[in-house]
């Protein structure tokens, strides 16, 4: 949407987002010799996205050539650019977390979700920041679903997994902290100060 009007052109912000999600961490080394993951940028009603892809589904990953509990490489890169006319549903990025077993099965490993970095109101403002979110996995809420997971090889899943960005849908719901990942996200807005927010 291009206009030379100067109303037109303070009825809306854009935010560019560039980066990587860098690597995951297992503190005592992931439940499968591989893993991968496939991420989300999700964002409230008022945004729209102007170039970027909103899904991505990394490589497979492994760290076996070095110690069970060092980082492994990820290196996924994000690219975003959004317009928006409110900051309400500021975007997030969504990341599930795969693994691959011995057997040649893809299990859920577990879910970590992240915002986009906030920073000042100025007209154009750059930031870059290195981002840490943990990853939750499911829990087994009685001894005979742990027991079956334990005989089939497979986690608890969460039908949809965003039900994490909504704290009133996660009331109730059993995780675990498994480890964490590790984003580097470059962030510019432009627009900002001349719709007179301020955050």
Known sequence: MKSSSGTAAASFFNLYVTGQIE???????????EIFCRYEAIAG?????????????TQSASNRKSNFNEPI????PIEL??????PFGWPQILISIYGTTR???DVSLGYSRVHVPVFGSGNCKNISQMLKAPI???RCTNMMSDFIRWLTGRNPELKDPKILLDNMKTKGLSTESYGEVQLQLNV?????A????EF
Do not use: C, H, V
Not at 23 to 33: I, V
Not at 73 to 76: C, H
Not at 194 to 197: A, D, E, N, P, V
């Open 45 to 57: 009603k008022d945004w729209e996205l102007m170039s970027g892809i909103k899904y991505g589904l």
């Open 194 to 197: 001349r719709l007179g927010l």
């Open 23 to 33: 690597s995951a961490f297992f503190p005592l080394g992931p439940e499968a010799p």
């Open 103 to 105: 057997w040649g099965i």
């Open 81 to 86: 650019t959004y317009q928006s006319t409110n």
């Open 188 to 192: 510019m807005s432009r627009g900002i």
């Open 73 to 76: 490489a990820i290196n996924m």
């Open 136 to 138: 939750l996995r499911p």
